[in-house]
């Protein structure tokens, strides 16, 4: 062990924090520990119905020690001792309000219960209206289009619309809040014991793409424009940041009383936090040239390429281009969908109403087993709706969907719009219903390629990582097949947590950049999905009928019909 260095990567998803011990010397992943939120799983302080998705800060301090913990249990001996450094990615834009001592609001015992004092998730749609507000004033207030580098378009699930929202619906909360700190930002300030809002070490990637920050503003959109959006905002600007930090800079030292809870060596080296999927991009090894996709509840899809090559050009409709964002040295592209295994996970709850609420309360079978037949039901469900729709020939059931169950992330964001199925006949059945929708969500990736595409960035190749890349071929395949273009399929199962520990290696001197701990710690591929020319020829007529139902529906929406 002495002479082995060991890195940690803790990745906050959508459900659960994982912590992954790995060697730095080759990326080999020693052990692992993923943890479910508690108050999350049980369904506290979220309404669905209303689109609000709010998560305890205790959840994630309670996930990120007993997950670092059982990783290190399951280590081999010394292995606690040989770690130099700790990373951290999260999900975004998730932020919170904090007094002036960085404390999330929803810690103290007066804001214990209020969920507007809590972490306002990605996919939280609560502030529509905010969002709405942002790019009006921003295309016509007459100064600096502040939107021009996260695609044109600013979106409910981001920093600034969230914080409106929360401020124009809880004054107490407003009162209280000194400040606001994304997740991603706020667990490294926790770990390294600086949490002054005004100091701690602040995300480049959660900045750029979410915040409207850029070098060219001198930070933060100006005070004259926070103030004519909204009085409220008046001097917030000043208690937030001007600097921003891309990955590889360390954000300080473990602190001794967080070393201590996690069973780790103080003076570690803790690194600045990001985002997930842009992690977990690193992890997956991206390089110019390739679209890395997250493929999980949503999708993130990123492509990164050097400064000079992407010059002056303003990529349209996506959520960012940012310098360091992904890969420090070069400009960061972010798309995505803002419902993927969402889609089939609604409709998966859609068919287990009967089961749940008919099966479920029968007494003509004993209680045991009927739970065991609910969960034997609800466990294959998806599978036997993939085995069946695989037979059907595309386009044969004449069904066809939108993905925009969560509304539409890219390209050109609008939380206003729903999914939608169209075509439907007394011969419509579940497995064909559930083909339709398993290509619609293709379809929405078909759409952000052709967004980079027709921007001049060309996808060269495909990588792709996360639950939904791992777990259904028939996913992949249809994807493939939509795109024309090959998969490749990251092996690591917590590709995210890697491109934490690859960034953790590099804060703690292990490699000297990126591209030399990905070299070194990538894990390389476990599938690859090629696309079949009669069924790539056939979606491309689906893709056409796909475009014209949503056009149809977000003219719809703009008229204010649901």
């Given amino acids: ?49 209303a689109s609000q998705f709010r998560q ?50 929803a810690l103290k015992p007066e804001f214990r219960d209020n969920p507007n004092a809590m972490f306002v998730l990605w996919k939280d749609h609560t502030a529509i209206r905010e969002a709405g507000e942002i790019n009006r004033l921003a295309k016509g207030w007459g100064g600096i289009d502040y939107t021009k580098y996260c695609g044109g378009i600013y979106s409910a699930e981001w920093f600034w619309a969230k914080i409106l929202h929360i401020l124009r619906t809880d004054e107490k909360v407003g009162r209280a809040a ?14 390294t014991g600086a949490t002054d809002p005004l100091r701690m070490k602040r995300s480049r990637c959660a900045a750029g793409h979410k915040a409207m920050w850029h070098e060219e503003f001198g930070g933060l959109p ?18 937030l940041y001007t600097e921003t930090h891309p990955a590889d800079v360390p954000a300080g ?31 997956g090894d991206i390089r110019p040239g ?21 010059g002056g050009r303003l990529v349209a409709g996506i959520c960012g281009q940012v310098d360091g964002s992904i890969i420090p040295g070069m400009i960061g592209l972010e798309a995505g969908q803002s ?54 020939p595309a386009g044969q059931s004449g069904i066809v969907a939108l993905d925009w169950i969560n509304g539409r992330r890219t390209p ?21 219903i559930f083909k339709a929708l398993v290509e619609a969500t293709a379809f929405g990736a078909k759409e952000i390629v052709d967004r980079f595409v027709r921007e001049g960035v060309e996808p060269r190749e495909v990588i792709a990582l996360g639950g939904v890349a791992k777990k259904s071929e028939f996913v992949m395949q249809t994807v493939a097949d939509v795109l024309g273009l090959e998969i490749k399929v990251v092996e690591s199962e917590q590709a995210c947590a890697l491109g934490a520990a690859m960034f953790a290696a590099v804060v703690c001197g292990a490699y000297a950049d990126v591209g030399q701990a990905q070299k070194a710690m990538s894990s390389g591929f476990c599938a690859r999905y090629s696309p079949d020319p009669a069924e790539s020829a056939q979606y491309e007529k689906l893709h056409k009928k796909y475009k014209q139902l949503g056009a149809y529906a977000e003219s719809l929406a703009a008229n204010g019909h649901h």
């Fill in 56 to 105: 305890h800060p205790a959840d994630y301090l309670e996930g990120l020690e007993i997950a670092v913990r059982e990783a290190l249990a399951l280590s081999p001996p010394g292995t606690a001792e040989a770690v130099r450094a700790i990373s951290v990615d999260t999900t975004g834009s998730t932020p919170v309000a904090v007094d002036e001592d960085g404390l999330a609001l």
């Fill in 1 to 49: 062990m002495k002479n082995r260095t060991f890195v940690i990567g803790v990745d906050y998803g959508t459900d659960s924090v994982r912590a992954l011990v790995v060697d730095a010397g080759d990326g080999s992943e020693i052990a692992t520990s993923v943890h479910p939120y508690t108050r999350w799983a049980k369904g506290e302080y979220c309404d669905p119905a």
């Fill in 412 to 432: 050109d964001a609008n939380q206003n719009l729903e999914a939608a199925v169209a075509g439907l006949d007394m011969g419509s059945d579940a497995p064909a």
């Fill in 222 to 239: 100006s005070e004259e424009f926070l103030v004519r959006l909204d009085p409220l905002l008046g001097g917030l600007r000043g208690r």
């Fill in 339 to 392: 419902a993927f295994g969402d889609l089939y996970a609604w409709f998966k709850h859609l068919l287990m109403w009967p089961v749940e609420n008919i099966l479920l309360e029968s007494e003509k079978l004993p209680g045991e087993l009927r739970e065991e037949i609910v969960g034997e039901i609800s466990s294959q469900i998806l599978k036997r709706l993939e085995d069946r729709a695989r037979e059907i």
């Fill in 290 to 310: 390739a679209l890395l996709k997250v493929m999980g509840t949503s999708t993130c899809d990123m492509m990164v390429a050097p400064a000079e090559e992407i």
């Fill in 253 to 283: 030292e473990l602190c001794p009383a967080w070393a201590e809870t996690l069973g780790l060596r103080p003076g570690i080296a803790v690194g600045t936090g990001a985002f997930d999927a842009h992690m977990g991009a690193v992890g």
């Fill in 178 to 191: 000194f400040s606001w700190v994304e997740h991603c930002d706020w667990i490294p300030a926790v770990l």
